[in-house]
């Protein structure tokens, strides 16, 4: 009796069973090539118009990739605006207002009306594609001359469309369905740049839409963009008299 118990409980064993963990299919392959620098420098006008008024900055934009960015908006000649932002923090003068800011993405994140990471501005200014998260599953197909990959992360839907014939991001959409705001940025007049001829957007064009608001516009001409020519600085100084922002 104990041997046929014990042979039985070895069949039972042996009998294989399913697996309960679902094998996740492998991701697509996304056709875009990222700018590859360490330090970046770009020179432009920028219009805008946004509640209901209308004007032109001239702009001025630093990077160290994955490191720091750093951007002058300049009217008639004169400073207002400077960011100084790193993957943890955000400071930004505004010299018109007298005032500043220093703290976390919050601030940026207000004013696209989307979560905003370092990341994500980096590859916007850079005119690069955005990978998601690993733990994200995408989506990824042809349509026509471009790759269209689109995939959900933190509440959000990120479309990006990719010009197969240049490697390089066409357009950008990320819309929040819970807040029904949306951004989208379109990429044009590629120029290679030296060293090695890597494409870069000169001219670019962002739209954000928030509900109950016209859309604000953006629309960047780039005159001048060199990719490691120099080491750069990003200086940032708060004058003693100017008053800090409130974080709300």
Do not use: H
Not at 54 to 83: C, F, H, P
Not at 174 to 186: F, K, P, R, W
């Amino acid at each position: 009796m104990a041997g046929s118990l014990a042979l039985g409980a070895c069949q039972r064993r042996a009998i294989p069973t399913k697996s309960t963990t679902a094998t996740r299919p492998p991701a697509p392959e996304v056709r875009a090539r990222n700018l590859e620098f360490t330090y970046l420098a770009a020179k432009g006008k920028a219009q805008i118009n946004a509640n209901g008024e209308q004007y032109t900055a001239n702009l001025n934009v630093r990077m160290r990739k994955d490191s720091v960015i750093w951007v002058s908006a300049s009217l008639l000649g004169i400073e207002g605006i400077r960011a100084r932002i790193t993957p943890d923090s955000v400071q930004v003068i505004n010299k018109l207002e007298k005032t500043y800011y220093a703290g976390n993405f919050d601030y940026l994140s207000r004013q696209f009306n989307v979560p905003v990471t370092f990341a994500q501005l980096q590859a916007l200014l850079a005119g690069d594609y955005l990978p998601a998260a690993t733990e994200t599953q995408l989506t990824a197909a042809e349509e026509g001359p471009v790759q269209k990959v689109s995939y959900k992360q933190a509440g959000l839907l990120v479309e990006q469309l990719i010009e197969l014939n240049r490697a390089r991001l066409q357009k950008l959409t990320v819309e929040d369905s819970g807040t029904q705001s949306s951004l989208n940025v379109t990429y044009a007049d590629f120029q290679p740049l030296e060293p090695g001829g890597q494409l870069f957007a000169r001219g670019v064009m962002l739209q954000a839409q928030q509900p109950g608001r016209p859309a604000a516009t953006v629309m960047i001409s780039y005159r001048n963009v060199d990719l490691d020519k120099e080491q750069l600085s990003f200086p940032f100084s708060v004058p003693a008299e100017y008053g800090r922002k409130n974080r709300k």
